[in-house]
């Protein structure tokens, strides 16, 4: 089956330092990764895509097949970036999302 | 973008009653809802996909006689949890699927949640 792993529940680090949340999956197929985020008493909201390849808020995550990762990351963490950080994992032919059990990030002043 | 709306947003009932949660597509027509629920601290585990016009799918463990599940318009599906006990107390968030013609992306809009209490 199907399965996405973010090892850290909870990711703490400095304003402007760097930061990196983990994500890896299980699934022999080609993947569609996604990584959502969830703000303090917001919904969960689509930050980015592995298929766009592209920048949103400074984060950026790559798909390393070889390693069955997608992590994200940002140079430079802001306050603002504290939130809930999940990873999603979309198989071929299907339309569900299988979603990690998120990480909490927090970035301290 | 994509809006997608739940009503109520909290909702207390007591044990043994049934209660309705609604999921609203504002701007769009989704023709796939998807049903979560999520424990506190906790991801979110997918109970059921939701096609509208015929039956939800519901994942394994997931009872479909309790939660029951209608999607019977392209903006608006339907969780029923019946004869609820206090062990279904928990945040209820749908989503839906954005189809876009000759569009290869894929993306879901959660809905803010409905925080059901049952005592």
């Known amino acids: 089956a199907q399965r996405v792993t973010q090892p850290e529940k909870l990711l703490s680090v400095f304003k402007g330092a760097p930061v990196e949340l983990k994500c890896n999956y299980s699934y022999s197929g080609s993947p569609e990764l996604f990584w959502y985020v969830q703000y303090s008493r917001q919904r969960l909201q689509l930050l980015l895509r592995?298929?766009s390849r592209e920048s949103i808020k400074g984060f950026t995550a790559d798909l390393n097949k070889g390693e069955t990762s997608f992590h994200l990351k940002k140079p430079f963490a802001q306050e603002e970036d504290s939130a809930m950080y999940y990873c999603?994992?979309?198989?071929?032919?299907?339309?569900?999302?299988?979603f990690g059990q998120g990480t909490r990030l927090t970035i301290n002043p | 973008g994509a809006v997608v709306s739940q009503h109520p947003s909290r909702v207390i009932c007591k044990s043994g009653t049934s209660v309705k949660i609604e999921c609203r597509s504002l701007?769009?027509?989704?023709?796939?809802m998807f049903w979560y629920r999520q424990f506190p601290k906790q991801s979110l585990m997918l109970m059921a996909t939701s096609n509208e016009g015929s039956k939800a799918t519901y994942e394994q463990g997931v009872e479909k006689d309790k939660f029951l599940i209608n999607h019977a318009s392209l903006t608006l599906s339907t969780l029923t949890v019946t004869s609820a006990h206090p062990e279904d107390s928990s945040f209820y968030i749908c989503?839906?699927?954005?189809?876009?013609?000759?569009?290869?992306?894929?993306?879901?809009?959660f809905g803010p949640g409905t925080r059901l209490t049952v005592t």
């Open positions: 701007d769009f027509q989704a023709t796939t």
């Open positions: 592995h298929i």
């Open positions: 999603a994992l979309k198989v071929q032919g299907a339309q569900k999302l299988v």
């Open positions: 989503s839906a699927r954005v189809h876009t013609s000759g569009s290869i992306s894929y993306e879901q809009y």
